[in-house]
């Protein structure tokens, strides 16, 4: 199944309800803001997400990069 939304605040929508469904038996973190622009979101353990800003350099988060949240502390996922 596809959904096509024309605007990210509808992305956003979309996909915060599929994320609650897919990781509903998954550990879930306190929300937080993917994007400066948008509410924040909720964040659970085993979500795949991809960096889009050059956060953490010298510990290697940078932008373009993907990640797995494993642990989440201080309001920092790792």
């Known amino acids: 199944m ?4 024309v605007s990210r605040s509808a ?5 915060r ?3 609650d469904r897919l990781f509903k038996d998954q550990v ?3 929300d937080i803001r ?3 622009d948008l509410p924040p979101s ?5 979500t795949r997400v991809m960096i889009t800003q ?3 350099q010298q510990h ?3 932008n373009g990069q993907g990640a797995e949240v494993v642990n989440f502390q201080n309001k920092q996922c790792f």
Request: aromatic share 10%; glycine share 4%; net charge positive.
């Open 2 to 5: 596809a959904v096509l939304t």
């Open 11 to 15: 992305t956003h929508a979309v996909n």
């Open 17 to 19: 309800v599929a994320i």
């Open 28 to 30: 879930r973190y306190p």
């Open 34 to 36: 993917y994007d400066n």
């Open 42 to 46: 909720a964040l659970y353990k085993t």
């Open 54 to 56: 050059n956060r953490d």
């Open 60 to 62: 290697g988060i940078i």
